[in-house]
């Protein structure tokens, strides 16, 4: 099992990013996929979950109206549209099928 983040960076507060998660090692379009995210010093938190199909999403209070989760079943990719960033969003986001493995994860670092 192995998931390859992308799309992180340095933006300004208000700004957007788009991150990616290849995922490979299982069969992708049975397994609900969440993103989490680490800031340094603090426990791991969960940001959204999309089920299988990707008919149904949920999301932290924190990023919700902000954030969407969407996932393409045809390329083992789920992803993580951010809008309207804030400082207190910087941290490390890594995406979970529930099976125990983890990314590397990406970097999104929001400050002026």
């Known amino acids: 099992v192995q998931f390859v983040e992308s799309g992180g960076g340095l933006v300004q507060p208000g700004g957007s990013l788009r991150l990616s998660c290849v995922a490979s090692?299982?069969?992708?379009?049975?397994?609900?996929m969440s993103w989490y995210r680490q800031a340094p010093g603090k426990s791991r938190e969960w940001v959204a979950a999309?089920?299988?199909?990707?008919?149904?999403?949920n999301y932290a209070d924190s990023v919700k109206g902000r954030f969407t989760i969407s996932r393409d079943n045809t390329k083992n990719t789920v992803y993580l549209q951010m809008n309207s960033l804030k400082p207190e969003d910087t941290a490390v986001y890594l995406c979970?099928?529930?099976?125990?493995?983890w990314g590397q994860g990406t970097q999104v670092t929001v400050s002026s």
């Open positions: 999309i089920t299988s199909a990707g008919s149904s999403t």
């Open positions: 979970y099928a529930g099976l125990g493995n």
């Open positions: 090692g299982f069969t992708f379009s049975t397994r609900p």
